[in-house]
């Protein structure tokens, strides 16, 4: 994490796997999170992936590691569900820069921001269940209040790719901007955050994401406990190891 004119940018680092989730990172991105929410220079937290992509979601190479056992399965999908608790629960406002692939938790994390700025050549997609999975990140709760219950339900059922642009227009996120001007727009985006009155400004974030927080809280319970289920399905084993990233 680095912090600059009160906004603290924190940047997934893992670009030989497309900033591919695991253990490492999680733990990595919760604790940055974590001291963002706690450093009183910052005003603004800006979130971006290093590389190609902003987040290709879970590492499919680690799967069986992650699916060892019930117990370990329930800690990897607990603290996946850490971050959003940290973004979406948080005093400050969250910006992403989002560029490349966006995909599973790393689309979910999109829609866990405040405001994203996507690339216009960003694509996105919910994978899981096409892999025997399901999704985190309060999704669903969150899609469905965004673009509708059959449209929510369909986007989870098929992981069609949606285009920057088709995410815009179902108001996913914020902005569109060009693939080479995303991360200035993103900073530039934060500062005007930054400089609005602080009580003022944290308090449409209070108000806003509280007015769906029980069904949210629901909804990630029902999640993890779908999730956990989920990676040890032995099904899963099979479609996970028959999929490959690049």
């Excluded at 990172?25 to 450093?39: I, Q, T, Y």
């Excluded at 994401?209 to 629901?218: E, H, I, K, W, Y």
């Amino acid at each position: 994490m680095t912090v600059s004119d009160g906004i603290a940018e924190i940047r997934l680092n893992r670009p030989e796997r497309l900033n591919a989730i695991n253990p490492d990172l999680l733990s990595g991105f919760a604790a940055a999170l974590e001291r963002a929410e706690k450093d009183p220079g910052v005003e603004v937290i800006l979130i971006c992936g290093e590389g190609r992509a902003f987040c290709a979601g879970d590492d499919l190479k680690e799967f069986h590691q992650q699916s060892s056992g019930k117990a370990e399965t329930r800690r990897f999908i607990e603290d996946i569900q850490r971050i959003t608790e940290l973004i979406v629960n948080g005093e400050k406002i969250v910006v992403g820069a989002i560029h490349g692939w966006a995909v599973g938790g790393g689309f979910e994390w999109v829609l866990n921001c405040d405001l994203a700025i996507m690339a216009e050549g960003c694509r996105c997609f919910l994978p899981e269940i096409n892999l025997g999975l399901f999704v985190t990140g309060g999704i669903s709760a969150l899609l469905p209040n965004a673009v509708g219950l059959q449209k929510a339900k369909a986007m989870i059922l098929f992981g069609e790719q949606i285009t920057a642009k088709e995410a815009l227009d179902m108001g996913l996120v914020y902005r569109v901007a060009p693939d080479d001007r995303v991360y200035e727009e993103a900073v530039a985006t934060a500062a005007r955050i930054a400089g609005l009155p602080k009580l003022a400004r944290r308090n449409v974030k209070k108000v806003l994401n509280r007015s769906f927080q029980l069904s949210l809280a629901d909804a990630m319970k029902l999640e993890t406990d779908a999730t956990v289920d989920c990676f040890l399905d032995p099904e899963t084993a099979v479609r996970i190891g028959n999929t490959e990233i690049s």
